[in-house]
Structure formats: C-alpha cells, structure tokens
C-alpha cells in the first residue's frame, strides 16, 4: 500500500495501517541516502511509500534522470524497536508502469524451432546461393 499521508499531493492511500511512524516519516533520511549515492540531479519528488512490514517501509522517488521517463527510485528504510534512528537498506531503480523496458527474452527452445525452419528435410541446412549476381 502506497500511503502519501506526509507527501500531500501525491497519489495513493491516505492510511498509515501497518507502517512503522518512525518510518513512514523518513522521507528525509530516504533522500538523503539516495542523493549521496546517485546525485541530487537525478532524484524528483517523494512518491509515497509502501510498508514492507513492521519493521521496514520502501520510500519511492521520481527519476528525473533524462533516458527513464517512468521509473522511480526506491528506498527501503529499516528501525529496530529501542532505537531513535533508521537504517538505510537498499537504493534500486525500478520501473513504473509507464516505464520503457527491454522486450521478453525469446527462450532458447524457440530459437530452436527457428534454426530448425532453415534445414532441410534431411536435417542439413540449406545451402545459400552465395553467388554474386
């Protein structure tokens, strides 16, 4: 659940149920991480955040790095009861829906069939007229 409770304007759930507080609020020290590891020129607005359990919560950011119109910044964040601060526990880039992806790998079994179409009925491959004409 994505809950924008403290990033007003964003979209998604109001609800803070099942996010550490401590947590939901590390939107600063989620920055933060992710500025220092890729540059605040890449890093856009808060999107909200998803809890990952009692004790972890993955915060999302824009990318504003120009080559990945759609994907986001994800920030998981870690606090362990008895302590004030949070831990810091991955900086990926994911992509959106919108996102531009790779296409679907072709298994290899269909590359298969392929090379199996260019042989001849004996199971050599045809030959190619490699004549210049």
């Known amino acids: 659940m994505i809950s924008t409770a403290d990033h007003p304007g964003t979209s998604g759930s109001d609800s803070l149920a099942g996010a550490d507080p401590i947590l939901a609020r590390a939107v600063d020290e989620a920055r933060a991480a992710l500025v220092e590891q ?4 890449v890093v856009g ?3 909200g955040f998803v809890s990952e359990g009692s004790h972890a919560v993955t ?9 990945y119109p759609g994907w986001r910044w994800a920030v998981t964040v870690a606090h ?5 601060g949070v831990t810091i526990d ?5 992509p959106g ?19 199996q179409a260019r042989t001849e009925p004996d199971g050599c491959p045809r030959q190619l007229d490699r004549r210049r004409r």
């Open 97 to 115: 829906e919108a996102a531009i992806t790779a296409p679907t790998a072709v298994a290899t079994i269909d590359c298969g069939r392929e090379a």
């Open 90 to 94: 991955e900086v990926v880039l994911l």
């Open 45 to 47: 607005d808060p999107q």
């Open 38 to 41: 890729v540059g605040a020129e």
């Open 59 to 67: 915060q999302y950011f824009d990318c504003t790095q120009a080559g």
């Open 80 to 84: 362990a009861e008895g302590f004030d």
